[in-house]
């Protein structure tokens, strides 16, 4: 599919049959199973300013929370001893919180849970997405959020979108699996935006794409902005499994949030195949309000509406990969124990 294509595909003919297209894609490109990604969402303190995120600097209203990393790790290894198989764990562009925190987070899961770890904590420095993958990260998820240059810098204040897409790359050449994607019903979005958007997933080769709808928080410059369209949003999922037939596509919360009794079926439906069931403590979950009317979806739900659409859940551990000593400079300075064994390799292949 090429440019054209895909806008051809977008605009044309009916939903009904595009879903069954891709689904159809989806059954004999990446099969049956649907991956459980747990969410354990850390912090909500962020240095953007972007003007539809309700976490945006800003934002006054907001009650402002930090989880220690004992909190973050005790998420993370509850997420695993309930069977799933990848925790996400997620905060605003939290500067304050020390690299070097997470990187010891990171050994700790590692060392004591079969399980991926995957991160979502916007742009950092460069030293630290080499300090991460070296402390043991598998992945590092951060959307693009749209492909039209302009629409990015208005949306993002200060921050352009040649920036976004130097990290991603940079995160790809560190052999991080990487997972980006866009929002559907931006203000000012339009379908050749929306086609472009597909396009630039496939030339960044991703691992995983997370494509939702707009969603308005009442406490941003957007809250007045009609939420996105549902109907759309699933064409553009059918779509990206069509241009991209093995990347994982996660029926979003977003999707659930704008339609809590069909969204994710009909995602599920539309060619995704990951499911992110959240796991952050209850106190903490209702202050992450990056929209509105935030679905709480849990891993009961998310069993559910997988066994509603005839689907099986299956578990991706631990990434398995060649050991890396930490340089000196990345050494971690906690003091627990956990940090003391990463000084020395922790994996088998030499």
């Not at 049959?17 to 649907?34: I, Q």
Request: glycine content about 8%; hydrophobic content about 40%; overall charge positive.
């Amino acid at each position: 599919m090429n440019r054209q294509d895909i806008l051809d595909r977008l605009t044309a003919g009916s939903l009904g049959a595009l879903l069954d297209e891709a689904d159809a894609v989806r059954a004999a490109s990446v099969g049956s199973g649907v991956y459980l990604r747990g969410i354990v969402e850390f912090s909500n303190h962020c240095v953007r300013n972007c003007l539809y995120c309700g976490l945006r600097r800003a934002n006054t209203k907001i009650t402002r929370y930090r989880m220690t990393p004992d909190e973050v790790v005790a998420a993370a290894l509850r997420t695993a001893s309930l069977g799933v198989g990848t925790v996400v764990l997620q905060s605003g562009d939290d500067l304050e919180y020390p690299a070097v925190s997470i990187a010891d987070i990171i050994v700790r899961i590692k060392d004591q849970a079969d399980i991926t770890v995957t991160l979502s904590l916007g742009e950092r420095p460069f030293s630290d997405y080499a300090l991460w993958r070296k402390a043991g990260a598998d992945r590092y998820l951060m959307k693009h959020e749209t492909a039209d240059a302009a629409l990015y810098d208005w949306l993002h204040p200060g921050k352009h979108l040649n920036e976004r897409l130097a990290v991603l790359r940079h995160l790809k050449e560190l052999g991080y699996e990487i997972g980006s994607g866009f929002i559907v019903g931006l203000p000012g979005q339009t379908v050749r935006t929306l086609a472009d958007d597909i396009a630039l997933v496939r030339e960044l080769r991703v691992d995983m794409c997370g494509a939702g709808p707009f969603l308005p928080q009442a406490d941003t410059p957007l809250a007045s902005a009609a939420p996105g369209d549902e109907d759309i949003t699933l064409r553009v999922l059918a779509v990206l499994r069509l241009a991209c037939p093995r990347v994982n596509l996660p029926a979003t919360t977003a999707l659930a949030s704008l339609d809590p009794e069909h969204g994710q079926l009909l995602a599920l439906r539309a060619g995704c195949n990951v499911i992110m069931p959240n796991f952050t403590p209850g106190a903490r979950r209702k202050h992450y309000r990056i929209y509105d009317h935030k679905e709480a979806v849990g891993l009961k739900s998310a069993k559910a509406v997988i066994r509603q659409a005839g689907r099986t859940i299956i578990r991706d551990g631990g990434l398995k990969r060649p050991c890396v000593i930490p340089q000196k400079d990345f050494a971690c300075t906690s003091a627990s124990s956990a940090a003391a064994t990463w000084a020395s390799p922790r994996c088998s292949t030499p």
